[in-house]
């Protein structure tokens, strides 16, 4: 069993930054692919990037292209989500979560454990 543990998370003006961090017990962090989730109040949970196991492969949401850059430690079992130039509609809270597919997945069910989430809100 994996447990994830977000944080970063917090208050910022639009234009800002925010790097989120997700911790992951285990000795077998590299063995899952990574992803970064997001759901806003009143709306699903969506994808938002992902990460391969080496961190050689990465996907993302439109909407956060070229703003957001996920990473990953995987000698400190820690991936990241840098995000820049943020805006009022990036105000969400934010999950971690780890799948065993081989491939990065932007589907949700194909993550098998998932953090509790950290809030970001940026205000306008």
């Known amino acids: 069993q994996v447990q994830l543990v977000e944080s970063g998370g917090g208050l910022v003006e639009a234009g800002g930054s925010l790097r989120l961090s997700c911790a992951a017990s285990?000795?077998?962090?590299?063995?899952?692919?990574m992803g970064w989730f997001r759901q806003a109040p009143g709306k699903e949970r969506v994808f938002v990037a992902g990460?391969?196991?080496?961190?050689?492969?990465?996907l993302y949401q439109d909407s956060v292209k070229g703003r957001f850059t996920i990473s990953r430690d995987n000698a400190k079992n820690t991936v990241f989500l840098q995000m820049n130039s943020l805006k009022p509609e990036d105000t969400a809270v934010y999950y971690c979560a780890s799948s065993t597919d081989m491939l990065v997945t932007r589907t949700a069910q194909n993550y098998n454990y998932w953090g509790q989430g950290t809030q970001v809100t940026v205000s306008s």
């Open positions: 990460i391969s196991r080496s961190g050689r492969t990465t």
């Open positions: 285990g000795r077998t962090f590299s063995s899952y692919s």
